[in-house]
């Protein structure tokens, strides 16, 4: 049976089944990974020495006003900070909706770094 298919007869409603809550470390994982590939596409592949950016870090919780995530990241300096912080916060809510079935997550971006491009050559 598809996900979402009308269940077999004499199943309870789907209120009455019960629900699941994720625990937050899986969560933050799907943003994490989110913000990772929504990075991979908006950054050039010149720039900044991609050993010296750190990985996106999550950190989500879940109250009586739903989920709270809050991914930090390290970001190549120069580079147009509103696109690729639109971008990354459109991608992470949207995984979250739909891995995690979470209404309207509440997702707050923090720009721990900017990471200047490695020098070449020599400096004086």
Request: overall charge positive; cysteine-free; hydrophobic content about 40%.
């Given at each position: 049976m598809a996900y979402g298919a009308v269940p077999a007869p004499g199943l309870p409603?789907?209120?009455e089944r019960g629900s699941i809550?994720?625990?937050?470390?899986v969560l933050e994982r799907i943003a994490a990974r989110a913000a990772a590939e929504a990075l991979a596409d908006?950054?050039?592949?010149?720039?900044a020495d991609p050993d010296r950016i750190d990985s996106p870090r999550a950190?989500?919780?879940?109250?009586?006003?739903?989920?709270?995530?809050?991914?930090g990241l390290d970001l190549p300096y120069p580079?147009?900070?509103a696109a690729v912080t639109r971008a990354v916060h459109?991608?992470?809510?949207?995984?979250?909706?739909?891995?995690?079935g979470s209404e309207d997550?509440?997702?707050?971006?923090?720009?721990?770094?900017?990471?200047?491009?490695?020098?070449?050559g020599r400096l004086r």
């Open positions: 409603a789907p209120g809550r994720l625990a937050d470390r908006q950054l050039p592949d010149d720039g950190k989500a919780s879940q109250g009586r006003h739903g989920v709270s995530i809050r991914v580079l147009d900070l459109h991608r992470v809510s949207e995984r979250v909706v739909q891995l995690a997550p509440r997702v707050a971006l923090v720009v721990e770094r900017l990471v200047p491009a490695a020098p070449s």
